[in-house]
């Protein structure tokens, strides 16, 4: 079978979620199947990390802006490159072909949540109902999307796969380093007491500005602690660089715009707890990571997160930012509850994995 991919979130510097998400399926699929081809439709650049993998070929199809490539320059190409099916692994489809296609949804926050940018909610809104029109298939990436997927679009549940991703991604931690590693993480990331760690986009649903909060009340409680954010850039910097300069938490916050997987792990692993305290989430990779590598789970209620996490992390409620503080407080203080969670998010991390998400992808793709 010939399978088209559009690999643009595939791209080495796409360092959220859709970069994860398509390049450890691509990897994982290409290698469970090498009896398929696999065809990587890029923009302009090609840089994936793909080389030595015999049955992924690529193709760039250079063309002005993505909508315009999406709907013009790759359906021009189908007629050449005739692939039996085609995958849309972040959201975005292709209307005027006749080739089947598949396509994953990864969330409908701008649904789920209020957003005040309207005209990208529109833009957004038009893109998941182009999707729902013009796949043969949809995967949802959690029953949460699919839940969504249903109540807000009235889609046909048969329609529907839901595909977890896998957490594999991130490398075990080795114990027998453990006192190495630990110096060396505390001194590349220039961390100097215990710490509390989040992870994600600074975007303004991620909520990193409880996680602040919470740092404030445990800091006056008597918690020796800092926070160490890890992740890009988003829509609520500003509102969080005041909330620290406010606080007079400065000295006590790290920032990390990226951290690569084996770095990630080992501080996933030290923390003292890892905090997600999203509003609204269709997966939450860093959840998984995190219990994979060790660490200890606190997260809200909102979205998938329940559904990823299982029993084997603790949640607050999201309406109620008071409980944050008290359910992390509790949790740093109760070491038999903190390994309890720990093992338990051994076990949760071991059932996603590439190679489950792969073969279900592959048995979607076979319609």
């Excluded at 510097?13 to 081809?37: C, D, Q, W």
């Amino acid at each position: 079978m010939k399978i088209g991919i559009d690999a643009r979130s595939a791209m080495v510097y796409e360092k959220g979620g859709f970069g994860v998400y398509t390049r450890n399926l691509i990897k994982s699929m290409a290698s469970l199947y090498p009896e398929h081809i696999f065809e990587l439709k890029y923009q302009n650049k090609i840089e994936h990390g793909f080389d030595g993998i015999n049955n992924l070929k690529t193709d760039k199809l250079s063309f002005p802006l993505n909508t315009l490539w999406t709907q013009i320059r790759l359906p021009i190409h189908f007629f050449r490159s005739k692939p039996d099916i085609f995958l849309f692994p972040a959201q975005t489809i292709s209307k005027f072909s006749s080739v089947k296609k598949v396509v994953t949804i990864h969330d409908l926050r701008f649904r789920a949540i209020q957003n005040n940018n309207k005209i990208e909610d529109f833009r957004l809104d038009l893109q998941i109902k182009n999707c729902i029109k013009h796949s043969d298939q949809i995967i949802c990436v959690s029953n949460q999307t699919k839940s969504d997927l249903i109540k807000y679009y009235s889609v046909d549940e048969k329609k529907i796969k839901v595909i977890y991703h896998g957490a594999d991604h991130i490398d075990e931690i080795k114990e027998a380093t453990l006192n190495y590693e630990k110096k060396h993480i505390m001194n590349r990331y220039k961390i100097n007491r215990e710490f509390l760690l989040t992870v994600g986009y600074t975007h303004k649903h991620k909520n990193i500005v409880s996680v602040i909060n919470c740092l404030d009340n445990l800091v006056k409680d008597g918690n020796d602690l800092d926070l160490v954010i890890v992740g890009p850039q988003g829509n609520d910097e500003e509102n969080i660089q005041e909330k620290i300069n406010n606080l007079n938490l400065t000295n006590r916050i790290i920032r990390i715009p990226y951290a690569e997987s084996q770095f990630l792990g080992y501080l996933y692993y030290f923390s003292k707890l890892f905090i997600y305290p999203s509003m609204y989430e269709g997966f939450g990779f860093p959840i998984l990571e995190a219990m994979r590598s060790g660490g200890v789970v606190l997260g809200s209620n909102a979205g998938s997160i329940p559904e990823i996490g299982g029993n084997a992390m603790e949640l607050f409620n999201i309406n109620e930012p008071d409980e944050l503080t008290v359910k992390a407080k509790r949790i740093i203080a109760d070491k038999k509850r903190r390994e309890v969670l720990r093992l338990r998010g051994y076990e949760r991390a071991r059932n996603f994995m590439w190679e489950k998400t792969a073969k279900k992808t592959i048995q979607s793709l076979q319609i």
